[in-house]
């Protein structure tokens, strides 16, 4: 619309002066800008929208981050003109395009198809399209008109989930239902647990017949009972726990570690929940089944850091939503010596406490940042003598820690578990 | 489609360069080279967004060409100068808009474009040299008709521009381009 006035503008401003002065060379240069303007404005004034049909359609509306999703935009031109259309499906953010074209440029004539196709790698989120950016041209002028037509499209990508061994954890504890963690309860289950009186109603093969022949009374072997648990995944998303680096961060990989984990204890049968920390509190109820698995998926999808003052601190954290006595995993570099205290608090209250801690210096490495530069190599050393000691303090605090070099898979630092040296009851 | 924008807005500043040296008026000779030097700008890649260089460009053309009408310089030449200058600020500008086409779909598109442009620019020569031809002669009963033609035109172009201007929903949504539920 605009692109007539200025010429206009101009063309006025020669020939103002032109007609005061009585300067005809002022008038004649004015005569081009004035005839494009008129043309232009002539287009304007009959310029309509293209009535173009749009259709988009994807291979998969579900599917893990760096999955190729291929995308059909169908463009069909209902109307009776043939415009020029030059048309961009825009992408949104967390979409990459790596193969064919999302864009075109073109004359179509009425009811013409023309079906753009391309694909496109798709990073952790829910990414949404909204519009679709429409340039037209009228037939024979130089006008042009833009608009945006709605066509909404969903993805859901959830992030990458990597199969782990089994990780053993010991809540104080667990559900009636039999499972995969040690009870800490004498019954039926592999492990030998004490030997116990027998009382009648016990299972006669489980008699010692070693300790009764020693004791002369009746004495049964008991086996650890094998339940559920409550398992609790808090993921910290404190921006000022974690490191970016190259647009790389140690958050990326504690919310696949997130998932993984709430993977792999869901897979065996335990009561999952979710707790992300940062942003705000986004809480996933304990639960089990696929259907808490795609709920638990869909959210750390949407994580996100954040710096919000009021969940700064890690003491903020509402443990209330926590089922008591069960097992959290805490998934977070933790940087902050205050932090220790928060740990230590929640062992205190009779959580058992599993921490899942991404290296930020392995970032550095990954790049060989550290590989000449001895200031790199000094501060390196600093940040790891650092780390040393903080981790021997939480585990100190009665945590689990599994301290995770973020180059190498998650399955094989799980297999490196830090178990507590202490546990701490509260009385 | 930057190039043939570029090329045009060159060809505006030589004419006016050239037209400076041939009738003697040196300093606005240089200043026509100097506008030359500066109308290479767009092909820079900082000029890809900003629309406004061109509008600017062809502000200074306009300027320049206005110095040359007030000495009273051909006006077949200034006429030409700012048609070449006119034609390359709407090309440059067109070219921004499809900077995220594809290159082969923009080339076809620039070719048949530039060309409609030129016709346009070339029409606008045309009637110029017409003009000169015909003689018209400047009067206060001429000047007073030619006002009053060019203010008709200027209301039906506001009126166009009023017409077809962007709504008030769509003006909210640029402003707004929250994602649709």
Redesign the interface.
């Known amino acids: 619309?605009g692109?007539?006035?200025?010429?206009?503008a101009?063309g006025?401003?020669?020939?103002v002066?032109?007609?005061l002065?009585?300067?005809?060379?002022?008038?004649?240069?004015?005569?081009?800008?004035?005839?494009?303007?008129?043309?232009r404005?002539?287009g304007?004034?009959q310029?309509a929208a293209p009535k173009l049909l749009l259709h988009r359609s994807f291979s998969r509306s579900r599917c893990v981050e760096g999955d190729e999703i291929d995308i059909e935009l169908a463009i069909t031109n209902s109307g009776m003109s043939a415009p020029?259309v030059?048309l961009?499906d825009r992408l949104p953010q967390e979409l990459t395009l790596i193969e064919g074209?999302n864009?075109?440029?073109?004359r179509l004539s009425p009811h013409e198809v023309e079906t753009l196709r391309y694909t496109v790698t798709a990073g952790r989120g829910h990414p949404?399209y909204?519009?679709v950016r429409i340039?037209s041209?009228s037939p024979w002028t130089?006008t042009?008109?833009e608009?945006?037509q709605?066509l909404?499209g969903k993805l859901v990508v959830h992030p990458r989930i990597e199969p782990l061994d089994t990780i053993a954890i010991r809540p104080r504890r667990t559900r009636a239902f039999a499972g995969p963690v040690k009870a800490n309860l004498g019954g039926q289950g592999l492990d030998f647990f004490g030997c116990r009186a027998y009382t009648p109603g016990d299972d006669i093969r489980r008699i010692n017949w070693r300790a009764y022949a020693r004791h002369g009374s009746l004495i049964i072997n008991e086996f650890e009972l094998e339940r559920i648990a409550d398992v609790n995944i808090i993921l910290d998303a404190r921006a000022k726990s974690h490191t970016q680096l190259d647009g790389e961060t140690t958050f990326d990989h504690s919310v696949r570690a997130a998932a993984s984990l709430a993977s792999h204890f869901l897979d065996q049968g335990n009561n999952v929940g979710l707790l992300i920390y940062g942003d705000y509190v986004h809480w996933v109820f304990p639960g089990i089944g696929n259907l808490k698995k795609e709920r638990i998926l869909d959210r750390l999808a949407n994580a996100k850091l954040s710096d919000k003052a009021a969940f700064q601190e890690l003491r903020s954290m509402p443990t209330r939503l926590l089922p008591p006595r069960s097992q959290l995993v805490l998934v977070s570099p933790l940087v902050d010596e205050d932090d220790i205290e928060v740990v230590a608090l929640l062992v205190d209250r009779g959580y058992s406490v599993l921490l899942v801690c991404p290296h930020s210096s392995a970032l550095i490495d990954a790049r060989g940042l550290s590989e000449g530069d001895r200031t790199v190599q000094l501060a390196r050393r600093i940040l790891d003598l650092k780390r040393e000691l903080f981790l021997g303090s939480l585990a100190g605090v009665g945590t689990s820690v599994i301290d995770w070099n973020v180059t190498v898979p998650l399955r094989t630092a799980c297999r490196g578990i830090h178990h507590a040296h202490v546990r701490r009851y509260r009385t | 489609m930057m190039t043939p924008s570029v090329v045009l807005l060159e060809i505006g500043a030589a004419i006016l360069a050239a037209t400076g040296y041939v009738y003697g008026i040196t300093e606005l000779g240089i200043a026509g080279i100097l506008l030359a030097v500066v109308s290479l700008l767009p092909l820079f890649p900082f000029a890809a967004s900003r629309p406004r260089l061109f509008d600017l460009l062809l502000a200074i053309h306009s300027g320049l060409v206005a110095a040359f009408a007030l000495l009273h310089r051909p006006p077949i030449l200034c006429a030409s100068a700012l048609a070449a200058a006119v034609v390359g600020w709407d090309v440059g500008r067109t070219a921004q808009l499809l900077a995220d086409a594809g290159s082969v779909d923009r080339r076809r598109f620039a070719a048949s474009y530039t060309v409609r442009a030129l016709a346009i620019g070339g029409l606008g020569i045309a009637l110029v040299a017409m003009m000169q031809i015909v003689r018209v002669r400047l009067t206060f009963g001429s000047g007073l008709a030619l006002s009053l033609a060019i203010l008709v035109l200027g209301t039906l172009l506001l009126r166009a521009l009023h017409r077809n201007g962007p709504t008030k929903e769509q003006k909210e949504q640029e402003e707004d381009p929250s994602p649709q539920q």
Do not use: C, E, K
């Not at chain 1, 692109?3 to 206009?8: E, V």
């Open positions: 619309m692109g007539s006035l200025l010429p206009f101009i006025l401003a020669l020939v002066p032109g007609l002065l009585l300067n005809s060379s002022l008038i004649a240069a004015a005569i081009p800008l004035v005839l494009f303007a008129i043309v404005a002539l304007d004034a310029a020029l030059s961009v074209r864009r075109y440029l073109g949404q909204d519009t340039r041209w130089l042009m008109s608009s945006h709605p909404s």
